[in-house]
């Protein structure tokens, strides 16, 4: 039978009718159905299987705060898990499975965990799964992981975009119930910055699912006049579907837009969701409140749902659950949904309330001062078992049960920033505390104000004071005439009887037992109750869980709901995926690539790169026949050792340092002194941290009396800007001097080998004299090159070699090494990439990020002697610290396997031989090793400890995880031309 | 969280670095006969208080400016920013 319970009226669109499938089988709904509003429609009761016990479960409630119906959506690579039904609107086609069943919701081997539910109790997973402890990752947690759990991702790559925007406001009204509507209204009027944010498909909140809010005017009619007017304000942005799922500090506000959740797939210009990150000067949450259960025996049959959420469904979406109905209530509220199921012809079977004094009905029956006492039905509510107010049992036949245990004000947002909500015992229930942030008002339900008269007039009146705040003149405009009922309710939170289990949180399976035992065992802070059985975690939060759980502790531990409190409300407010987290930066774009000058003639040449920092650097350049990257790199090191080699060394850090106290602000930033550098000279610096340990190094070059140009590692650029700003900045702000980051400016190439200057010679503008005399060993100058193109020349050496590097105008870094290939074709000039660049420092002994990794000493560099102890430089004091000057620490050494067919492999570790391999013993370790065809073997730099003195020793270089266990010959760091004559030639 | 940069307005901490305690601006004496205690005391002995705390900020993604921001770590509410270097003067700092 099709939509057997669909009722008359509604907000669907009857002349849309939409197909879908839920587990293969094939339905119909129609346009403004949700999927769990269609599936009620079919008389598909059943939706899901619980998380833990795999027990049957169905719709619970009509909103976002849904325990039970989630399904996966969509298949292939759209498919997601975990969506929730109610929160799912229906369209033509769509599909979407049960999940956590097998092989088939209807008939769930893993319901046999229903059975040995008595092992099955809080903290057991704790208690069985303890020993032995390797056991946990092979054997326990995948078997628990399969068999409980939620929906399954489809393991393929997200085909969908997801974006990410930044919004401002005056006011950002939070829900589009009476409240926010009124604010809106309020707001809109005045001419503020409105955002108005609704989480649902529609504005109008509970005016859509009930009846008679207004006693004028038809609720949806008002609704749309305000929405009507509010449209046509250009100060007003109006967004549904968007849910504010975080308030953060100052104002700011994190906000999810489902702007293609409802089509089959998103349109090809549209994304799937977009972040905003609303920036608001005031807020007002009008967010509503959520429906809070009675807990009994049995309460979580397929049928069972919250009386609002009933209501909403034959109000809305014109669906009962089923033609006979019953009400658990104990309050007023439970007795409105009788009202309209019955006005729309569902039989209501009785309205059980738990109080004495209750309202009466002559369409009904009322059964005041009864309790349900357990349920039947194994795949669908049957019946309800009520014990009456004399004492007597009655079996009552109900396919669906609504319950109302009182609202709960959705407060969330109000505590994203630490605030706690106040218990308040004249309506029972959680409100926001009145000491709240005067950024963020509160209105309507969500303040507890729960009339729809008090709504509407609180919202208006909040929106009024926040804007007063702004200094913008705002009224409360005309309301319309809306109920004023007072909130009738005694609390009755769960039904003390019988041995079976009583459902608090029923997203993690939670009982009433559950929850006495963990407070047996003396989980008794609510914070230590929640993580022990997990009530309150996964994807409703415990929306209709938590309160019912905290007044359950309030008695168990003899205390009031107010000395419990709640726990810690956080962010998000509903489920975000990940996806939108990440918005674009997904793949490459998750951390892109700076491209060097010489990238794209690099690329031309076949090159092979390689991430450094976040850089994209050639690492070494194939020809033809190599098949092996040590083939290329052999052949680039010994043709750099041979004629001549040139390398992009655009990435290290350039800072221009000018004015006219650069040089002492350099002198106190390196530990060695630059005082009396002359111009036209680099020095070679250290640069410590004031805690004395070494923090990158580089070389400074004196272009003029007040310009220096000082380069950094690659990797350390923007700490050592950082770190140099900060001295300047917050210690000498009096002196003369300027720093700009000029790495991006220049684009510089290390042109290293015996045939260097040959080579620039014919490259350098002829006005320029670089014979060794005019311009030695560590000179610098600013030159001209390929025709009165200005250029930097630096002779500074990396690789031990004669070396310059020469610096142009990074637009011209491609012209320049094309030039330069071009003129070193006579010298057979050899590009060469960063791992050359590594093996021909590693054979000159110079350190790097792999020695200066932040726990190494200048001592340890075997710099100990550079620090200055004349002038005052940053970490010179603490260096001299006894500990970092002992004389057994490590030094750095250089190592060679004694058998010249071994291979040193960096991070082994050293130890003398004979000793055990362990920690007690260990020597040292090594920092950076590579096969060093000048050499002929492998060879390393490490430290060590005393290595000074060890040199020509011998020692055990061992590394358990790569079954490296050789002997070594300890040696000078510097494996070629320890004298330096190579340099200066 | 928003801070008001004194030149810029106000602006998402996102574009700033945070350092830490305000404190670093006064750096004891290297050339001191103490001066090894005291750059202990300096770099390791900081005050961690419940509230009202000054901080240095590093607006990286903006100016390069440092400020010093006043700010409560309980609430994050700010009470004061101003450029680090004129923090620095007024307590002596110069070259």
């Known amino acids: ?36 509003s269609a599936l009620l429609a079919n008389d598909v009761r059943l939706m899901g299987r619980s998380f833990k016990y795999h027990r049957p479960r169905g719709v619970f409630s009509a909103g976002s705060e849904e325990p039970n119906a989630l399904v996966e959506l969509r298949s292939g690579a759209r498919q997601e898990p975990n969506t929730r039904a109610t929160m799912t609107e229906l369209y033509d086609g769509l599909t979407a499975m049960s999940q956590n069943r097998f092989p088939s919701l209807r008939f769930d081997m893993l319901a046999f ?49 997801y974006d990410k925007g930044f919004l401002h406001c005056d006011l950002l009204i939070i829900g589009s119930g009476p409240s926010g509507l009124a604010a809106a209204l309020t707001a809109g009027r005045a001419g503020a910055e409105v955002i108005l944010a609704e989480e649902d498909v529609v504005f109008g909140g509970r005016l859509l699912a009930e009846q008679n809010l207004l006693t004028e005017q038809c609720g949806n009619e008002w609704v749309s006049d305000v929405i009507g007017e509010l449209s046509s304000l250009p100060n007003v942005r109006l967004m549904t579907r968007t849910t504010i799922f975080g308030q953060y500090d100052h104002g700011i506000f994190g906000a999810v837009e489902r702007v293609s959740d409802h089509l089959p797939e998103p349109p090809a210009d549209k994304p799937r969701q977009i972040l905003w990150r609303i920036y608001a000067k005031r807020a007002l949450l009008a967010a509503g409140a959520t429906e809070r259960p009675i807990t009994f025996e049995n309460n979580d049959r397929p049928g069972v749902m919250l009386a609002g959420a009933m209501r909403a469904y034959a109000n809305r979406w014109a669906v009962t659950a089923s033609t006979d109905i019953a009400i658990f209530t104990n309050n007023d509220d439970g007795h409105r949904t009788a009202w309209d199921l019955d006005a729309k012809g569902v039989n ?28 039947h039905g194994r795949l669908g509510l049957r019946s309800v078992k009520v014990r009456l107010k004399d004492g007597s049992t009655r079996e009552i036949s109900c396919g669906a049960l609504g319950l109302s245990g009182g609202w709960n004000p959705n407060v969330h947002l109000a505590c994203h920033k630490r605030g706690r909500p106040v218990w308040n015992e004249t309506i029972s229930t959680f409100v926001p505390a009145s000491s709240g942030d005067h950024l963020l008002r509160i209105a309507g339900a969500a303040a507890g104000i729960f009339s729809t008269h008090g709504a509407l007039h609180s919202g208006a009146e909040e929106a009024v004071k926040a804007l007063n705040d702004l200094d913008v003149s705002a009224h409360v405009p005309e309301l319309p005439e809306a109920e004023d009922a007072p909130v009738k309710i005694t609390p009755f939170w769960y039904v003390k009887s019988g041995k079976g289990r009583a459902w608090l949180d029923l997203q993690n399976d939670v009982t009433v037992k559950d929850v006495q035992l963990a407070h047996q065992e003396g989980f008794r802070s609510v914070e230590h109750m929640k993580r022990y059985t997990t009530l309150g975690m996964a994807t409703d939060q415990g929306k209709t869980a938590n309160v019912g759980a905290l007044a359950l502790l309030a008695e168990l531990e003899g205390k009031t709901i107010t000395e419990i409190g709640t726990t810690i409300f956080r962010p998000p ?58 083939q290329s790199v052999d052949r680039e090191v ?44 680099v020095r070679y610096g250290l640069m410590l941290r004031e805690d004395g340990l070494a923090m990158d190094d580089g070389t400074a070059a004196r272009l003029a009396e007040d310009h220096f140009v000082v380069t950094t590692t690659t990797a ?60 030695p060993y560590m000179a610098c100058g600013e030159i001209t090159v390929c025709g009165d193109l200005r250029a930097r020349l630096f002779r500074i050496s990396f690789s031990g070699e004669l070396a310059y590097e020469i610096a142009v105008p990074t637009r011209y870094g491609d012209a320049l090494i094309r030039r330069l290939m071009e003129a070193g074709k006579e010298f057979d000039i050899t590009p060469y990439g960063t791992e050359a660049l590594g093996v021909l420092r590693i054979e000159k002994g110079h350190a790097a990020g792999n020695e200066l990794n932040g726990q190494s000493t200048a001592a340890m560099l075997g710099m100990g002697r550079m620090v200055s102890q004349k002038k005052d430089s940053i970490g010179r004091v603490l260096a001299g610290r006894p500990y970092l000057q002992r004389e057994d620490d490590y030094r750095l050494v250089g190592l060679k396997p004694v058998n010249s067919k071994e291979t040193i492999l960096a991070g082994a570790h050293l130890m003398t031989a004979g000793d055990t391999v362990n920690a007690a013993n260990d020597q040292g370790w090594v920092t950076s090793a ?40 300890v040696t000078s760091p510097h494996f070629i031309d320890p004298e330096g004559d190579r340099l200066r030639v | 969280m928003i801070i008001n940069h004194p030149l810029l307005g106000p602006r998402d901490s996102q574009e700033f670095v945070y350092l830490g305690d305000a404190s670093l601006i006064d750096r004891p004496n290297a050339m001191a006969e103490t ?6 005391d300096y770099l390791y002995l900081r005050d961690n208080p419940a509230g009202s705390h000054k901080e240095l900020w590093f607006h990286e993604q903006g100016d390069r400016s440092w400020l010093v921001v006043t700010r409560d770590v309980t609430t994050h509410e700010i009470t004061d920013v101003e450029l680090a270097s004129d923090y620095a003067k007024r307590r002596g700092r110069d070259r």
């Open chain 1, 113 to 161: 965990n229903d059975a040995l539910s008595s092992f099955l109790s809080a903290g057991f997973y704790y208690k069985t799964f303890m020993w032995p402890p390797a056991f946990w990752e092979k054997l326990y947690e995948p078997a628990i992981r399969r068999a409980a759990g939620l929906g399954r991702l489809s393991g393929k790559e997200d085909p969908d975009s």
């Open chain 2, 35 to 40: 001066a090894l205690d005291d750059f202990h």
């Open chain 1, 638 to 681: 010994l043709a750099v050792r041979k004629s001549v080699g040139a390398c992009d060394v655009t990435t290290l850090g350039k800072i221009d340092v000018q004015g006219a106290d650069a040089a002492e602000f350099l002198n106190h930033i390196y530990c060695n002194g630059f005082a009396k550098l002359p111009v036209g000279k």
């Open chain 1, 930 to 969: 590579a096969y060093s065809p000048h050499v002929g073997s492998s060879i390393a730099l490490a430290f060590l400890k005393n290595g000074e003195a060890r040199h020509g020793g011998m020692i055990r270089i061992v590394s358990p995880l790569d079954n490296l266990d050789i002997e070594g010959e």
């Open chain 1, 573 to 630: 407010y509903t489920p975000v995926s990940m996806g939108t987290f990440a918005g674009r930066s997904r793949g490459k774009d998750f951390r892109p690539y700076r491209l060097t000058p010489s990238h794209k003639w690099a690329a031309e040449q076949g090159a092979v790169f390689v991430e450094a920092g976040n850089w994209l650097r050639a690492q070494w350049f194939p020809t033809q026949g190599e098949t092996h990257w040590r």
């Open chain 1, 348 to 375: 209501i079977a009785a309205v059980i309330d738990s109080r004495m004094d209750t309202p009466s009905s002559t369409e009904f029956e009322v059964l005041s001062g009864a309790q349900i006492l357990d349920s």
């Open chain 1, 716 to 775: 350390n650029a923007v700490p050592v800007f950082r770190h140099m700003e900060f001295y300047r900045q917050c210690l000498w702000p009096g002196l003369d001097v300027q720093l700009i980051s000029t790495t991006e400016a220049w684009a510089q190439f290390a042109v290293a080998g015996p045939n260097a200057r040959k080579l620039l010679q014919k490259v350098i503008d002829p006005a320029y004299d670089i014979s060794n005399e005019a311009f």
């Open chain 1, 1 to 36: 039978m099709s939509q057997k319970n669909r009722l008359v009226g509604g907000q669907i669109d009857r002349s849309r009718p939409l197909s879908f499938a839920f587990d293969g089988k094939n339905y119909e709904g129609y346009a403004g159905d949700t999927l769990a």
